[in-house]
Nanobody
Framework: QVQLVESGGGLVQAGGSLRLSCIASGRAFNYLDMGWFRRPPEKGREFVAAMSRVGDSTSYADSVSGRFTISRDNAKNTVYLQMNNLKPEDTAVYYC????????????WGQGTQVTVSS
């Protein structure tokens, strides 16, 4: 089992930036694909960004492409989400998730960190 702990959320004005971090433990980090998801108020969970275990492949939701950047530091067992030009519609609880090699779904999740963007 993988333990994930997010940090870096907070309150920011529209147009501002935040960087989320997620530290993983319990399994070799370089065998994990990592993703970020979010749950806006009164909505379901949605995909935000993902990065392969060696960092050679990334994907983004259309709504964040060009504003958000996912990165990872395998030496620190950490994945990041740099969020720039934030909009009120980015307000959500953000979750880090891990997917093991050979598994098709993300099966480890963090507790989430709140991001609130004021207009």
């Amino acid at each position: 089992q993988v333990q994930l702990v997010e940090s870096g959320g907070g309150l920011v004005q529209a147009g501002g930036s935040l960087r989320l971090s997620c530290i993983a433990s319990g399994r070799a980090f370089n065998y994990l694909d990592m993703g970020w998801f979010r749950r806006p108020p009164e909505k379901g969970r949605e995909f935000v960004a993902a990065m392969s275990r060696v960092g050679d492949s990334t994907s983004y939701a259309d709504s964040v492409s060009g504003r958000f950047t996912i990165s990872r530091d395998n030496a620190k067992n950490t994945v990041y989400l740099q969020m720039n030009n934030l909009k009120p519609e980015d307000t959500a609880v953000y979750y880090c998730a891990a997917r093991r090699v050979g598994v098709s779904v993300y099966d480890s999740w963090g507790q989430g960190t709140q991001v609130t963007v004021s207009s």
